[in-house]
């Protein structure tokens, strides 16, 4: 567990604002992070992903949380559908060219949206009608207080426009979604 201090945020931002973490924690496997969440329970937290959506006004006198939990990986396929599970690091676009490229249709509208795959539920992202939760099968995620891993139904997570249980509660730490 690599948690580090006193960190630079600029990289983490679109905006590129200037402002210092106190704690900064990158996890790269569950494990970790629940490591993490259960040794800093006290502190402020706040988890980002590519910080598309983030502009700092000032310093963050607590915990960063900036899951790297990746990888794309197909669960299951027939000649009707296909099943696949993206870690929360993936980058959007990335994401959907995956399926694009393998002519898995269903989340090409979600094109060139900007984030990544563990921030397209909590925002409920979407365009040109489409949203993700057009798409989403389920969403794993740690609950924050408890580190118990905790599985969302699509109908679970509460999807409305631009919203979602993870939105509304922030209790829980999306580390991957299943398609």
């Not at 990746?70 to 696949?84: F, K, M, P, T, Y």
């Not at 509208?109 to 979407?126: D, E, M, R, W, Y």
């Not at 969403?139 to 969302?152: H, L, N, P, Q």
Request: hydrophobic share 40%; proline share 3%.
């Amino acid at each position: 567990m690599n948690i580090q201090h006193d960190i630079q945020l600029q990289p983490y931002n679109s905006f590129k604002t200037k402002a210092l973490a106190k704690l900064f924690a990158q996890p790269s496997t569950i494990t970790e992070l629940q490591e993490i969440l259960s040794s800093y329970k006290t502190e402020k937290k706040l988890v980002i992903g590519s910080g598309c959506n983030l502009f700092f006004t000032r310093d963050f006198d607590g915990l960063i949380i900036k899951p790297e939990i990746h990888g794309i990986r197909v669960l299951e396929e027939n000649a009707d559908w296909v099943e696949i599970e993206a870690g929360a690091a993936e980058d959007w676009d990335n994401f959907v060219e995956f399926c694009v490229s393998r002519g898995y249709s269903g989340v090409e509208n979600l094109s060139l949206i900007p984030g990544t795959v563990g921030a397209a539920p909590i925002q409920n992202i979407g365009a040109y009608g489409a949203e993700v939760k057009d798409v989403i099968t389920y969403v794993k995620t740690v609950e924050a207080s408890s580190g118990k891993i905790e599985s969302f139904s699509n109908t679970a997570c509460n999807f409305s426009y631009r919203n979602s249980i993870f939105k509304q509660t922030r209790k829980f730490v999306v580390t991957s979604s299943v398609f």
